[in-house]
């Protein structure tokens, strides 16, 4: 086994599987949304998003940071790739409000044959737990909620959760260089839900001291930075506090999803003029409930 899928299997708390089965892929689903934060911080700290897999690796494994769908299901696809899971890139778009879906591209999730064919997940902020199976059309019961698989007659993915539609993925397999020029789209333009919003999102289980990936109830709970709103979730439960200075941000980054930074960062364009420790809550749009992906 090659150092980075040794250092993989590290950072996300998981054994090498004996096999590419359905109960690995379960595992190492869980295991990732677990262990690896939801993030857009590198677009408000002036970080290059690179889609490569030494750059991934770097930043999600060695640097123990999180990402967004392009970087969170392409790394968790090289390491599947790895252990020997067939695994293919699949182009999304996701639902809005109005039920029109965004452009193709605004959403990478992964085609993975385990015993079957699944759909793998962990990019997505607020999504299933566990991988969904492609040929159960029923509902698959998850700590996160009931999903649904359809198939629309052109043969797409429409991917629901309680009944509400999440997103649409084509069937067709694409490469990870493909999804760059979404990647950098996300990054750069004015009109990019995550060039407008500052989001660090995880799941966290209600014990403790049991293995959550293994969870098949629903007491999962969510924390969630968005700015300088601390908000932390669990059943019908909600919990909000504003942090009020820099070294409270940066803590928090630190201490509920282990990400370390020297700076706070900064909504792209709006540099902080505010000393450490006086900072007042910056401007933002955040939504204090990041259930999608994308806008």
Known sequence: MDRQTVEYLKRIGAERPTAPTPEALRDLHARHQLAVPFENLSIHLGEPIVLDEDSL????????????CYELNGAFGHLLTALGFAVSYLAAGVFGEGGAVSPLFDHMVLGVEAGGPWLADVG??????YPLHLDDAGPQLDPQGAFQVSRTPEGDL????????????????????????SCWWQQTSVDSHFR????CTMPVDGNPGRD?????????????????????????ERQESELGSD???LAA????FGIRLDRVPQLAGEPSTVPTGDRKPQPTAASTKPNRQAK
């Open 212 to 236: 959550a990936s293994q969870n098949s109830g629903g007491s999962l709970g969510r924390v969630t930075l968005s700015g300088l709103r601390l908000i932390r979730t669990r059943a019908d």
């Open 253 to 256: 980054y630190r201490d509920l």
């Open 124 to 129: 997505f902020g607020d999504h299933s737990l």
């Open 57 to 68: 690796f770097d930043k999600i494994v060695l640097r123990r940071r999180g990402g967004f």
């Open 158 to 181: 429409d991917i629901l959760r309680d009944g509400k539609p999440q997103y649409r993925a084509e069937a067709r397999p694409r490469r990870l260089v493909d999804f760059g020029p």
């Open 196 to 199: 407008r919003n500052l989001v």
């Open 247 to 249: 070294d409270e941000v």
